[in-house]
């Protein structure tokens, strides 16, 4: 695996292995790596010739400076743990390296879709997350790109990031892991308690209700059901039936797009997201 932090190296490196017909797979993260990145990397790894990690701590998709400055940053371990893996690891020896000296964010028209959800908590996050997506899918140029399909409202505003920015670079949604108990795998998951922690398995069961009796409720019925399950272990901010495809609400199960179900809450301060679609 080589480091890299130079821009223009790496696209100088990649040029030459396009140049040798060698297909790359790219994973941009934040880092703070778990076995859920790990199994994108594999999954990259699998299907594609060369792959490209990136790690960056994108300042403009974070709502609070402490959220950025409380960050974890964690090279020596999330370097040692993809180091078989990856061939070469993107680090970018500072913000202008990404955005230039002077920081001029665009504007996506998305549909609305950005608003939606995460976004409506969350707001602007979308837009950053896009701009610096935008910048590193257009410096790696890859054949496909991977995203954990835990942030799934993130993985449609990629898919249609690509179009809008005219890129061929296939966006690959990989499946949630979870631990034992079914909690979506998150590096927000080392600041909780063990009883927390186990606690917070009660989203991914409540999920699971609803795939598994939705036929026997409307989707009120079973939203206030399954959101009754998870208050009192959880403060909940939202869990929502939506379109998988458009996001947007529906009012039966006959849904041509399939369903997307969405939740967002905290325990002991920690804020923890989780989805099933079917």
Not at 81 to 109: C, Q, R, T, W
Not at 127 to 151: E, H, P, R, T
Request: charged share 25%; with cysteine; proline share 2%.
């Amino acid at each position: 695996m080589e480091l890299i932090q130079k821009s223009k190296e790496l696209k100088s490196l990649l040029k030459q292995k396009k140049e040798e017909n060698k297909t790359i797979g790219f994973v941009p993260t934040m880092g703070a790596l778990h076995s859920g990145h790990v199994s994108l990397i594999e999954r990259a790894r699998k299907e594609c010739d060369i792959v490209v990690c990136s790690i960056f701590v994108n300042p403009t998709q974070f709502n609070e400076k402490n959220d950025l400055d409380n960050y974890p940053r964690t090279l020596e371990a999330d370097s040692i743990l993809i180091e078989s893996l990856v061939d070469f690891l993107f680090v970018p020896h500072s913000v202008e390296e990404i955005y230039g000296a002077n920081m001029i964010l665009k504007e996506f028209d998305f549909g609305g879709i950005e608003n939606e959800l995460e976004g409506k908590f969350r707001p602007g996050h979308f837009q950053g997350m896009a701009n610096v997506v935008s910048i590193l899918l257009n410096l790696v140029q890859s054949d496909k790109a991977y995203f954990g399909l835990k942030d799934y409202q993130q993985f449609k505003i990629v898919e249609k990031l690509t179009k809008l920015i005219n890129l061929d670079t296939k966006i690959v949604g990989c499946p949630i892991v979870r631990e034992s108990n079914g909690l979506a795998r998150s590096s927000r998951n080392e600041r909780l308690s063990q009883q927390a922690r186990e606690a917070a398995a009660v989203i991914h069961f409540s999920l699971s209700y609803i795939h598994l009796f939705h036929s026997y409720f409307t989707i009120d019925e079973i939203q206030k059901k399954a959101t009754q399950m998870i208050q009192g272990i959880l403060e909940v901010e939202y869990l929502e039936i939506r379109d998988a495809e458009t996001l947007g609400k529906i009012t039966d199960w006959n849904n041509e797009n399939g369903v997307f179900v969405s939740f967002a809450g905290t325990i002991e301060g920690v804020r923890l997201i989780d989805n099933i679609c079917f």
